[in-house]
């Protein structure tokens, strides 16, 4: 099984940058594709972009352009780096793993956009 530690949320002001981590651990070598989804308040949570093996990427609409993941594999860690940050993108953030059609999450890490 994998175990998904994520970091780098915090509060930062609108038009502002942010970086997340999701390092991971344990049973790492068949994971097939990792991902971020966010969940805002009395929300439904919501996926946020995708990076699979053979380098295939997908954004949700609403962050093309201004988000971007990425994978060190030799550090077992995915990234999201978050720019042009708006209030709406304002949520706790989960990282997933997708191994053998399990799925493993993070924990969460909170993003407030405010001024």
């Known amino acids: 099984q994998v175990r998904l530690v994520e970091s780098g949320g915090g509060l930062v002001q609108p038009g502002g940058s942010l970086r997340l981590s999701c390092a991971a651990s344990?049973?790492?070598?068949?994971?097939?594709?990792m991902g971020w989804y966010r969940q805002a308040p009395g929300k439904e949570r919501e996926w946020v972009a995708s990076?699979?093996?053979?380098?295939?990427?997908n954004y949700v609409e609403s962050v093309k352009g201004r988000f971007t993941i990425s994978r060190d594999n030799a550090k077992n860690t995915a990234y999201l780096q978050m720019n042009s940050l708006k209030p709406e993108d304002t949520a706790v953030y989960y990282c997933?793993?997708?191994?053998?059609?399990?799925?493993?999450w993070g924990q969460g890490t909170q993003v407030t956009v405010s001024s």
């Open positions: 997933k793993a997708v191994q053998s059609g399990l799925d493993s």
């Open positions: 344990g049973s790492i070598f068949s994971i097939s594709a």
């Open positions: 990076i699979f093996n053979r380098g295939m990427i």
